[in-house]
């Protein structure tokens, strides 16, 4: 049981390129989430998706783009990387019970320069 | 709609030292609240929750915190830590109806010294 799981771990990408950003999840939850860690900022939330087909924007989607065409994985997308991009992103999952608890991905760090 | 404040961005403390972290949070709703901790280079890891009940809740690792209502507070402690609790702590807020996301406290550095 490996729990979520993220690639790359690392990134270093030039202004205006672009990547995709894969979570994976093997505990069968509904809920995904992708976050961006920022220092002194704590988590903010980017996108998420409470279901396999569907996704929503969170508090910071302007820049990114995602899909959930499989229940087990949540891609992040960046069409045209910015240096303000760069940052560590953490994927979560929440099963169906109400308690909220999430679980994290062990992050990826991104530097878009 | 909720919001927390972590009230200290970073604690150095020594070594078997007892250490408090705090926490308030506003919500129009009733919440369940979290302790996550992230150790360096990691994601977050769930220390501690609480949904009902005692208002005095156990996690891992020696760790407690209590809820108060009356403050809006959910301040985490610890007795005597070590130098591996050296970690980034963060309070976390999530309507405990109807809601399935989960607001972040900015989060609060601990370091322990030897």
């Known amino acids: 049981n490996a729990g979520v799981t993220q690639t790359p771990k690392f990134r270093v990408l030039k202004t205006g390129q672009s990547m995709t950003l894969l979570c994976a999840q093997d505990m069968n939850h509904e809920y995904m989430y992708w976050y961006r860690q920022d220092p002194g900022m704590g988590l903010r939330l980017i996108h998420y998706?409470?279901?396999?087909?569907?996704?929503a924007k969170g508090e910071v989607p302007d820049g990114y783009n995602v899909s959930r065409l499989k229940k087990q994985n949540f891609l992040l997308g960046l069409e045209s990387a910015a240096p303000s991009q760069t940052s560590v992103y953490f994927c979560a999952s929440k099963g169906p019970a109400g308690n909220n608890e999430q679980f994290f991905g062990p992050g990826t760090r991104l530097t878009v320069l | 709609a909720q919001s927390v404040t972590q009230l200290d961005s970073q604690v150095p403390v020594f070594e078997e030292a007892p250490v408090e972290l705090r926490c308030n949070y506003s919500?129009?709703?009733?919440?369940?609240l979290f302790w996550y901790v992230q150790y360096p280079n990691q994601g977050l890891q769930l220390l501690l929750k609480?949904?009902?009940?005692?208002?005095l809740v156990k996690g891992i690792n020696g760790f407690e915190a209590e809820f108060n209502k009356s403050q809006t507070s959910f301040h985490l402690r610890k007795p005597s830590v070590h130098i591996s609790d050296t970690a980034e702590y963060f309070c976390a807020v999530s309507p405990n109806t109807g809601g399935f996301k989960t607001i972040f406290g900015a989060g609060t550095r601990l370091f322990v010294k030897a």
């Open positions: 919500s129009s709703v009733s919440v369940y």
């Open positions: 998706s409470v279901g396999e087909g569907t996704t």
């Open positions: 609480y949904l009902s009940g005692s208002t």
